[in-house]
């Protein structure tokens, strides 16, 4: 039965195609190194997996905080309104974007949908 599973799986990111397999991949990789602290890998990876899959709204939204943890504030505003247009629903993303306009200076722009 596992083994029916992985297939399925494995059949389901094959349909998805080589550039949405190499995002995931960049995209945990990006994610490990920015807990670490590895800012440098970290944007490295996930600007890299945004190229390759650049509707995943997640994916945004921590290179967003990637950036601003590198006080790259001007991208990292810039992914977060990615990651929200993308996906309204991203509340994560939505705070993110609230957080780092207030932090710019702009804390009279609003989100919608954050509230």
């Known amino acids: ?6 297939a399925g799986l494995c ?11 190499d995002g995931a991949r960049l995209g ?4 490990h190194a920015l807990e670490r602290g590895d800012l440098e890998a970290a944007i490295a ?8 899959v650049p509707q995943a ?3 945004h939204n921590r290179l967003g905080v990637a950036y601003a943890a590198a006080g790259r504030r001007e991208e990292a505003i810039r992914e977060f309104r990615s990651a929200v247009e ?11 974007l609230e957080r780092a306009l207030a932090a710019a200076g702009d804390p009279q ?3 919608e949908g954050s509230r």
């Open 28 to 31: 945990e990789s990006g994610t």
């Open 109 to 111: 722009e609003r989100v």
């Open 1 to 6: 039965m596992a083994r029916l599973g992985i």
């Open 57 to 59: 709204s997640e994916l």
């Open 11 to 21: 059949a389901a990111l094959l349909a998805l195609g080589c550039a949405a397999l």
């Open 86 to 96: 993308l996906d309204c629903a991203n509340a994560l993303a939505a705070r993110n």
């Open 45 to 52: 990876d996930l600007e890299a997996a945004v190229e390759r």
